[in-house]
């Protein structure tokens, strides 16, 4: 049985009194620790949740998903129980399930999030050529993720780690290369949208993809750095986000419902 409530997020500080819920989900092997070190410039007024996916941490027993529409739908629908204002990011893997589980809330008429933020994904994909390839052999696997130069990918020569992460590095892959891109209106949310300025996987200019897919769209705004900048960059990025945030909420205090 698929998870539901709490196991899907971990609020690293209760905030009953919040105006909004901000759910941030984690990269390609990445996990909800991700976003602990963002606390510290999160204001009152939002609870940061950080989504849990299945395969790692909290959720390590049960299997990881390996494909994008089933797990943006579980996704979409835990969040369509969602009471009051929330507000999705999603880092590259992260952003491409934020996206999908978004548009399947609207053909489901539910609400909405008062924004989508993206980070280090392009809305037309990333091509499978600058992934790992999660049918490669071990030593191949491992050295296409290092030189991404995400989370915990030094510590990959070490065959204990090998053995905890690669499984659910392998799927989070499968998953990403599962994704397909479907010519649609322009989500009625705003989108922002940021990126490294020398990132390989989702090079600036591929950002641009996304000025046609809500409603406006923010962006895309460059930080210094690869696909990982946001490792750089927690306190500007994080800044960024609230000020869209704060911004999106001032002209709508609730959530946007489906329209269509």
Known sequence: MMARGPLWYQAFEARPDARVRLYCLPCAGGGASTYRPWMPFVP?????RAVRLPGRQARH?????EDCETAAQAVAEWLSAEEGPYALFGHSMGAMLAYRATRILQAEGAALPALLAAASWPVHGVPHVTMPDPDDDDDAFCAKAAGLAGPATDLLDDPDVRALVL????????LCRSYVYREEAPLPVPVSVFGGDDDPVTPAETLSDWKEHGEPVLGPRLFRGGHFFLQEHVGDLTAAVMTDLADVLGSSPG???AVG
Not at 44 to 48: G, I, R, T
């Open 255 to 257: 959530g946007r419902r």
């Open 61 to 65: 027993r049960e299997p990881a998903f």
């Open 167 to 174: 499984p659910v590095m392998r799927a989070d892959f499968r």
């Open 44 to 48: 009152d007024w939002v609870e940061l």
